[in-house]
């Protein structure tokens, strides 16, 4: 019987991943600054990492953006920041859990009655961990299923039935992973987001003649602060995972969300938006170190 042991990787300095609040507030953006006027979102999982670069850029346009999480203090601190950098923004925050149907509805009922109306929503809030799948407790993938898969159909069902009692077009841009190939110690993350890409193209279908409009965004190896939960090694390595030897960053996929939620997006529906550097056609990713059985004898 093969042991799946993982080698030990050797650890590199650590550096700092992400943006900080003031390059999201002055990084150069393809768009004009009112792309989004008076429009409002909802980001899930708005007050860190890829969820906080698109409270930013949202910002930035001129939305009105509601943000939701778990942590509170997170999203109090996005919202101060955004208020300190970018002068004339709205950004609102609730905290709760996309786990609960309920609170999912007052979110979505909150949002109206605050902004008055609801243009778009991301659903960017998830969560997993790096694990051998035949290692699974039941309590973990629960935990990843009922975020990823159930807490994101959720959203959509929610927003797209305020949008049909209102009589109003929208738009959903779930973020979700590179599926199919599958991913190796990440094994329920994988389950869950392909479900999310294929009721995504379902829906997108039923719900055209509400004119709601449902796609993806699938990154590759982004950096954010995210990454700060893996070995520093591993981290480092993920840039080999595309052709192009580089981490994408934060903006790529916010503008990538952008696309899809502004006019420009207006024909587009039912697609997965990949932003990987190439990733597909290339590498593999093993969050935890790649396992001796799989490594490559050098020649």
């Avoid at 999912?104 to 009922?109: I, N, Q, S, T």
């Avoid at 110690?185 to 999310?196: E, I, L």
Wanted: hydrophobic share 40%; glycine share 10%; proline share 6%.
């Amino acid at each position: 019987m093969t042991t799946m042991k993982a080698t030990p990787i050797k650890e590199e300095p650590t550096r700092r991943w992400g943006f900080t609040d003031e390059e999201l507030a002055s990084r150069p953006t393809v768009y004009r600054d009112d792309l989004l006027a008076d429009q409002v979102f909802i980001v899930s999982g708005g007050g860190s990492g890829l969820g906080r670069a698109m409270t930013f850029l949202l910002s930035r346009l001129g939305a009105r953006v509601m943000i939701c999480g778990r942590r509170e203090e997170k999203l109090e601190d996005c919202r101060e920041a955004v208020a300190r950098l970018i002068p004339g923004s709205e950004v609102a925050t609730t905290a709760m859990t996309i786990r609960d149907p309920e609170q999912v509805d007052a979110l979505v009922e909150r949002t109206w009655h605050e902004f008055g109306r609801l243009d778009g929503i991301v659903n960017n809030g998830g969560g997993q961990f790096p694990q051998a799948a035949i290692d699974f407790s039941v309590k973990g993938w629960n935990a990843v299923i009922d975020t990823n898969l159930n807490g994101t159909w959720y959203m959509m069902q929610s927003a797209a039935r305020r949008w049909r009692d209102e009589q109003r077009p929208g738009s959903i841009v779930n973020i979700v992973a590179l599926v199919h190939r599958g991913m190796p110690q990440v094994a329920h993350t994988c389950a869950a987001r392909a479900g999310v890409v294929y009721l995504s193209k379902t829906v997108a279908v039923e719900w055209a003649p509400l004119d709601i409009r449902v796609n993806c965004v699938a990154p590759g190896s982004v950096e954010t602060e995210g990454f700060n939960v893996y070995p520093p090694a591993a981290a480092e390595a993920f840039r080999y995972s595309n052709p192009l030897h580089r981490l994408g960053d934060a903006y790529d996929i916010a503008e990538a969300v952008v696309y899809l939620l502004a006019p420009s997006g207006k024909f587009v529906t039912g697609e997965v938006l990949t932003v990987d550097g190439g990733g597909q056609q290339w590498g593999d990713v093993w969050p935890a170190g790649i396992p001796d059985y799989f490594r490559i004898p050098e020649r």
